[in-house]
């Protein structure tokens, strides 16, 4: 029974393993023709697309399928050589053998049966392990047998997902101008330029690297693409160029495999480690070592066949078929315990992958999360350090418009000082005025003595004039009587001389007059001109005072106006300080309190610049404290002075306003005044004018009556001389009437004579009095004429006077103009000067009217000032409520600095509890990078090792192509030695062919032994090579999925992947070299490309079925490339 069970046992086993590749292949076979243009499929069973093209393709020979992928890892968008069979994006597109494609994911056809030689695929000793455990565990309660199963099969499809984590990130990778990036993994350098180029089609990525390990200087076949030194620039392909940064390490492709396969740990994102499949084959080896049970039952099948004579025979047949048995079922049992061995083994082995697994996701979930913490507290950190950077700007800020509020008020200190200044100047010039009108006023009383003095020296002339008029007629009537009586000539010449003499003396004064006239005339100008420009410069002066007054008003508005802006700037600017400051405290408390846990140099730098943080945070919450407090009392004392600048200033402007009123009162009186005098002063001018022209007619009237005075005295003379003469002629002829008698004749001749002198001198007389009488018309009909041009110009003057309003100055202008021409005029009437006094009276009632008016407009001015005082004291309560409130503010500032220091010290005590958590995780942490920086190391080590294996390799490689190449020679030199050999032994003579025979024999066995030599060392080369290939196999999964090399330490030998084939994607061939190292790139003169094809037209090129590409054939092809 037992030995049928084993018999059928042993045929199920064989037979699993043989119908296991041929049901495979026929699968394919049969899924292979059924595909549709539209259905969803699976290239290579891990490349998931849409079928677009069916059919025969120009490019090679047989069916194709073209495929549009879900990612950009194809080869092309639907056109190959120029021909296009479908359009898609730009490597989206892909053509494959029909046989290539599935409708699942990893059942691809034609690929699950794979050699022995690629990674994945089972052992038969595993294959017949896993199909035989079924039976042996239906007694045992261990793990079931479906892990190994699924650690063989999740084996093969995580080194495929392996293989597509390059394509998915490349896909996935986003390059731009001056990132820092990796070109073939070695490669460090910056991006310059992204694009299509020239020298080959597709997407092209030129870096500028940081060594000089480049091709060319940015231009490739006289195209430049960018600029950088020589030997520093390469173009590579884009999906050949990675970023340097924190990818992450989980493919896409892991995560489903992950959620398919939830009932085992072997779906994890990393590859299974080979220890399991290595533990199971050396179960299955050890199963396989022990005695077969069908070769033990022929055995002993022969043995007692040999012995059945007899009942002796039969029963030690029994016996020893009992034995045999015993002995069977002992060594069932023993491998029944071998077999739970195994499967414990194999659980004990699955359940430790599985905590390391998760031990290794929780290492890096934690790695994550530090990293994110690490992440936000540099983000904390840049976002406290823009604060404090705002922060102090705004106290820059505020510091600049401190300074600016002490410029400006240096500025009106200064503008004050100058107005003081201005103000003495004008108060100065104001005195040298007022001396100036005084001495005017002294000159015009002078000259109002002068007149009166000559007023009266006219009337005292005009009594004269009169008193002579008299005589005149009286020696008029003499002269009659006397002018029969006596008369000579020779008394006329005297008269006459002496007419003539008065006339020059009266020429000589009335010149001497006319001098002093203009004299005074130009000094009483000059005067009004000074009085005039004084008055207007008063008047200026007053007017800048008063605008003055008002700029220092507003200005003091102003100040105000910007001290109240400063002050709710500050305490604006301190709320929102102390809010952000609570904020930044409370965002620090919620950002500690979220977990610690980050490498230790960051938290150490973290916490170092937390700490400087909050050193500077509380140095700048002090400084602004300190600054504020200053600032208050600083303003505070700016306030007091300003308060008592104000005080002093508005004392200041009462002074000046009293001064001003004196001053304008005084100057208004002295205005009038000096009005009043200079109206005296032209009234007397014109008095004196008129009286001098007047004086200067009386005095050639005068001069005239004098020499007529004269002329009549001496005829007085003449007359009583002749009276004398007569009386004593008429005495004497008397006497001689009473002596001689007969003289009456000669009396009657002297009477007639002496009256012939007398009418002659009457007859004179008369005529000088109607010449003085027509000149006297004509200087009275010339001062009608001048004194109707007088009151036409006061006509003019009172126009003028009307139209302007500075009648001071129009009124010195006319009287300048009517000075000036009444200079050469004669003197006017009494009459006329009183109804020019009348006028000038008019005139000074007008100005005394406008006088009133600005007294009126000065009180009005002196109401503004007292409501600019009210204005002044309520600006000073309010900045005393001000001060109030700042005294309030700093109090609240007090109260807030303490609330924030103690909110400080808690903080602190706080950060010192999150400090000792944070000391425990980076001790863990430490613990843990120590032993990640150990195995980096190994790491490292292994690599350079490995990298001096390779360029070993490289060399044992040419090497063994020499070799190659001599075997080849060798070969050929014995294939020509055997024709030789079989040709010269029809031609060759016995006795030399022998010896030439065993000759040549010797040179075929010699040749042979290094043939055999040379394979051997082919052979050990290759396998070195293998081995080197396999390493670094190792060290690049290793480095794709995040594990150390370290791992597989106690994992035994895991399955080889084939290393990825050489390719250049600009001459588009295998195994030639790669794309960084193509000539193409070199640096080389700007000459136009030659083609890479240098072969003949006739030969057929070597051309690959599965990759779709030229190079190579199909024979020679590894089936996991895809063109």
């Not at 293989?163 to 490669?187: A, P």
């Amino acid at each position: 029974m037992i030995s049928t069970c084993f018999h059928a046992a042993g045929s199920k086993v064989a037979a699993a393993d043989k119908s296991t590749p041929g049901g495979g292949a026929a699968g394919t076979q049969d899924g292979g023709e059924n595909f549709q243009v539209g259905e969803r499929v699976w290239v290579n069973g891990n490349k998931p697309g849409v079928v677009q093209f069916l059919g025969e393709a120009q490019f090679a020979p047989g069916q194709w399928a073209g495929i549009v992928l879900d990612e950009p890892i194809g080869k092309n968008d639907g056109s190959v050589a120029g021909v296009r069979y479908f359009q898609c994006e730009a490597l989206k597109g892909i053509f494959t053998r029909p046989s290539k494609l599935s409708y699942t994911e990893g059942e691809a056809n034609g690929t699950q049966t794979a050699p022995p030689s690629r990674a994945g695929s089972p052992t038969p000793s595993t294959a017949s392990l896993a199909s035989h455990t079924p039976s042996v565990k239906k007694v045992s309660t261990a793990t079931p047998a479906t892990p190994a199963s699924n650690l063989a099969r999740t084996n093969s499809e995580s080194i495929s997902n392996l293989s597509d984590t390059s394509s998915v990130k490349k896909g996935e990778r986003e390059l731009k101008n001056g990132d820092r990036v990796l070109v073939g993994g070695t490669k460090a350098g910056v991006v310059r330029f992204l694009g299509e180029t020239d020298f080959a089609k597709g997407e092209w990525c030129g870096v500028e690297l940081d060594e000089p390990l480049g091709k060319n200087d940015g231009a490739v076949a006289g195209t430049r693409y960018f600029q950088c030194q020589a030997k520093y620039g390469l173009f590579a392909p884009v999906h050949k160029v990675t970023r340097i940064g924190f990818p992450s390490t989980t493919p896409a492709k892991a995560k489903t495999t992950a959620r398919k396969l939830v009932a085992t740990p072997s779906g994890l994102k990393r590859s299974p480690s080979a220890s399991s499949i290595s533990s199971m084959s050396s179960v299955a080896s050890s199963v396989s070592a022990k005695p077969s049970r069908t070769g033990l039952l022929t055995e002993t099948s022969s043995r007692y066949s040999r012995k059945i004579s007899g009942t002796t025979a039969v029963q030690e047949v029994l016996k020893e078929k009992q034995q045999h048995i015993e002995q069977l079922m002992a060594e069932r049992d023993m491998e029944r315990a071998e077999v739970a061995k195994a499967t414990t083994h194999v659980g004990e082995v699955e359940q430790e992958l599985t905590l390391l697994r998760e031990d290794q996701e929780q290492m890096e979930a934690k790695m994550d999360q530090l990293r994110t913490l690490v992440e936000a507290a540099d983000k904390e950190k840049v976002e406290l350090l823009n604060q404090l950077e705002e922060e102090k700007r705004k106290v820059e800020d505020l510091q600049f418009r401190v300074e600016e509020a002490c410029i400006t008020k240096g500025d009106l200190e200064t503008q004050t000082k100058l107005e003081h200044a201005h103000i003495k100047e004008l108060e100065q010039s104001l005195l040298f005025e007022k001396t100036k009108a005084e001495k005017l006023q002294r000159e015009l009383e002078d000259t109002r003595v002068a007149t009166v003095s000559e007023k009266s020296r006219i009337m005292e002339l005009e009594r004269d004039l009169v008193l002579r008029t008299r005589e005149v007629a009286d020696l008029r009537l003499r002269l009659e009587v006397q002018q029969s009586s006596e008369g000579s000539d020779s008394t006329t010449s005297p008269l006459l001389e002496e007419v003539s003499s008065l006339r020059a003396q009266l020429a000589s004064q009335e010149d001497q007059q006319q001098v002093e006239l203009a004299r005074l005339k130009e000094t009483l100008a000059a005067a009004e001109k000074a009085h005039s420009e004084a008055v207007s410069q008063f008047q200026v002066s007053s007017t800048k005072i008063s605008t003055d007054n008002e700029q220092l008003k507003l200005r003091l508005s102003q100040n105000e106006k910007e001290n109240a802006d400063v002050i709710e700037l500050w305490r604006s600017k301190l709320e929102s300080a102390i809010a952000s400051h609570q904020q930044a405290m409370e965002e620090l408390k919620v950002s500690f309190s979220k977990g610690a846990g980050s490498q230790t140099t960051e938290l150490v730098e973290t916490k170092s610049a937390l700490e400087r943080l909050k050193v500077e945070h509380k140095q700048a919450l002090e400084e602004v404290g300190a600054r504020c407090e200053a600032e208050a009392a600083a303003r505070a004392r700016e306030t007091g002075e300003l308060n008592k600048q104000l005080l002093v200033v508005l004392e200041e402007k009462e002074c000046l306003e009293e001064s001003l009123r004196s001053s304008v009162e005084s100057a208004e009186e002295q205005h009038l005044v000096e009005m009043e005098d200079v109206l005296g002063k032209l009234h007397t001018a014109e008095l004196k004018v008129n009286e001098l022209e007047e004086a200067k007619e009386v005095q050639e009237q005068v001069a005239a009556m004098e020499a007529l005075q004269s002329q009549a005295g001496q005829g007085n003379q003449a007359l009583q001389n002749l009276r004398t003469q007569l009386e004593e002629a008429q005495s004497q002829t008397r006497s001689q009437g009473n002596r001689v008698g007969p003289y009456p004749c000669h009396t009657t001749i002297v009477h007639d004579h002496i009256q012939f002198l007398i009418c002659e001198f009457s007859r004179k007389i008369s005529v000088k009095h109607t010449w003085l009488e027509r000149r006297l018309k004509a200087g009275e009909e010339r001062l009608d004429q001048l004194a109707n041009e007088k009151a036409k110009l006061q006509s003019d003057i009172s126009d003028m006077m009307k139209s302007s309003g500075d009648s001071s100055a129009q009124l010195t202008k006319m009287n300048q103009d009517i000075t000036q021409k009444e200079r050469y005029t004669a003197s006017g009437d009494l009459d006329s000067l009183k109804q020019q006094n009348s006028k000038y009276k008019e005139e000074l009632n007008l100005s005394k009217e406008q006088l009133s008016s600005e007294n009126q407009k000065i009180s009005g001015l002196c109401q503004e000032i007292d409501e600019l005082k009210q204005a002044a004291s309520v600006k000073s309560q309010s900045l005393v409520v001000l001060q109030e409130e700042n005294n309030k503010l700093t109090r609240e500032l007090g109260s807030s600095k303490k609330e924030t220091s103690g909110q400080e010290t808690t903080m602190k005590k706080q950060l010192d509890e999150e400090k000792a958590s944070l000391q425990k995780s980076i001790h863990k942490s430490s613990a843990l990078i120590s032993e990640k920086d150990q195995e980096l190391e190994t790491l490292m080590s292994e690599l350079s090792v490995l990298r001096g294996e390779s360029a070993t390799a490289k060399t044992l490689k040419f090497t063994v192509q020499l070799l190659e190449k001599d075997k080849a020679r060798l070969q050929e030199h014995v294939q020509s030695l055997e024709t030789s050999l079989s040709g010269g032994q029809d031609t060759v003579t016995s006795s030399s062919g022998d010896a030439a025979l065993d000759q040549l024999r010797e040179n075929k066995e010699t040749a042979e032994s290094q043939i055999e030599f040379l394979n051997s060392v082919i052979v050990d080369l290759q396998k070195k090579n293998e081995e080197l290939k396999g390493k670094l196999e190792k060290m690049a999964e290793a480095a794709l999925n995040g594990n150390n090399a370290s791992d597989g330490f106690n994992k035994g030998p895991s399955k080889k992947k084939v290393p990825p084939r050489l390719f250049c994607d600009i001459c588009d061939c295998f195994d030639l070299h790669d794309t960084e190292e193509c000539p193409t790139q070199m640096q080389m003169p700007d000459s136009p490309p030659h083609t890479t094809y240098h072969g003949s037209k006739d030969e057929e090129r070597a051309y690959c079925d599965i990759c779709e590409a030229f190079g190579h054939w199909t024979d020679s092809c590894n089936d996991d490339q895809t063109f």
